[in-house]
């Protein structure tokens, strides 16, 4: 099947994070298991390390990927879930030879928020900015960033 993993199709659908030796690549079109599920892939020194994958269809788990500087704490977007919702999941680890688990999960407020379409964190992981394009605070379709 057609998936994107490795190529940068026309629009921002791939994502990369990296620290040191640490790169982290989001493909929010996979479709290896269900449709636009979604995954990321963690490697260590270009060798891989861990998998990632949504947990349904139109997910478009790995839109957005962040790895902070201490490779503790991961963010990934999926700004599809929950009939397009959103969520970003924070996955953490303790040492740098642990997988990552899931620790929580921020979630879009309305059907169609969109919210994980876009994201960033500092460096050292204590911020967080979630944008969400489908939201109406401010008029139809204005958009929000949430800040954590």
Do not use: C
Not at 41 to 63: K, M
Not at 109 to 133: C, Y
């Amino acid at each position: 099947g057609e998936d994107f993993f490795g190529v940068i199709p026309p629009i921002d659908t791939w994502d990369t994070a990296s620290s040191n030796e640490w790169r982290v690549e989001g493909d929010a079109y996979n479709k290896e298991d269900v449709a636009w599920v979604g995954k990321v892939v963690i490697y260590e020194s270009d060798s891989h390390f861990q998998t990632l994958f949504g947990t349904a269809a139109n997910d478009y788990f790995g839109r957005s990927v962040f790895l902070s500087n201490d490779t503790y704490t991961l963010l990934v977007s999926a700004h599809g879930a929950d009939s397009r919702r959103g969520a970003v999941v924070v996955n953490q680890r303790t040492t740098t030879e642990d997988r990552f688990t899931l620790q929580h999960t921020l979630n879009g407020e309305e059907i169609g928020d969109h919210f994980g379409v876009s994201m960033a964190m500092t460096p050292n992981g204590l911020a967080v900015a979630v944008a969400a394009d489908g939201t109406h605070f401010g008029g139809e379709g204005s958009g929000s960033v949430y800040f954590y």
